[in-house]
């Protein structure tokens, strides 16, 4: 079974610095995906990514793909209150096709203070 | 368009007993995936239903069951809680096809054992 290994679990900012999420995992991924939990909601994708070496940009977001996609990166330029949630790594448990069955990491708690 | 909808939102019980949640998907998706959330081990995957058939199942005993109907909608239910059932239960539904493969999530049900 594929593990990921999120760092840091927990992060703790001022508003304006920047961070970066790392998601690792000893097997390749087929596809990559973040999402964002905040309190009393379920996780929203954020992005997926599939290439190795893919890089995609959401606003003040970064991913990255590994280009062995074994690992994935999030950066976040000029984190803002509203970044604060917590941040999800997920991979496809099953092989091929789209299923339902994700493997998680164990999130990164974000608090971006004022 | 509608999102994923759980019920109940909240809800409190005493070990030995049983539980049931609903999911509701959103309208035209017809898998429906089921995930357990807790500060410990993060979210885990419990079962996905497709077309009224388990087509997924995680690492759970056999107190965790579900089903899927006619119309999509699903239940789980856990029988004979024990304390460490209490977590934040989420349903997500996907769109059979979609390259992407994001799942999207309701926004829980809070069991809580006592």
């Known amino acids: 079974t594929q593990l990921l290994e999120q760092s840091p679990q927990f992060l703790s900012i001022q508003e304006g610095e920047n961070l970066t999420v790392y998601c690792n995992s000893s097997?390749?991924?087929?596809?990559l995906q973040w999402y964002r939990q905040e309190p009393g909601e379920g996780p929203v994708l954020l992005v997926t990514?599939?290439?190795?070496?893919e890089v995609k940009k959401l606003k003040r977001l970064t991913f990255q793909f590994g280009d062995a996609r074994k690992d994935s990166s999030l950066h976040i330029t000029a984190a803002q209150p509203g970044d604060t949630g917590l941040y999800l790594c997920?991979?496809?448990?099953?092989?091929?096709?789209?299923?339902?069955?994700?493997?998680f990491g164990q999130g990164t708690t974000l608090q971006v203070k004022p | 368009k509608a999102g994923v909808t759980q019920t109940p939102r909240y809800l409190i019980k005493t070990r030995g007993q049983q539980v049931t949640l609903s999911c509701s998907p959103i309208?035209?998706?017809?898998?429906v995936s089921w995930y357990q959330q807790t500060p410990g081990q993060g979210l885990q995957f419990l079962f996905e239903?497709?077309?009224?058939?388990?087509?997924n199942k995680g690492n759970f005993p056999g107190r965790f069951s579900g089903r899927q109907f006619s119309n999509s909608r699903s239940e789980m239910n856990v029988s004979t809680l024990e304390l460490g059932d209490s977590a934040l239960y989420l349903c997500?539904?996907?769109?059979?096809?979609?390259?992407?493969?994001?799942?999207?999530f309701g926004e829980g049900s809070r069991l809580t054992v006592l």
């Open positions: 997920a991979s496809p448990g099953g092989f091929g096709g789209n299923t339902g069955k994700l493997i």
């Open positions: 097997s390749v991924f087929s596809s």
């Open positions: 990514v599939v290439t190795g070496g």
């Open positions: 309208s035209g998706h017809r898998s």
């Open positions: 239903y497709f077309s009224e058939t388990q087509r």
């Open positions: 997500a539904s996907n769109q059979e096809g979609a390259w992407t493969g994001e799942l999207f």
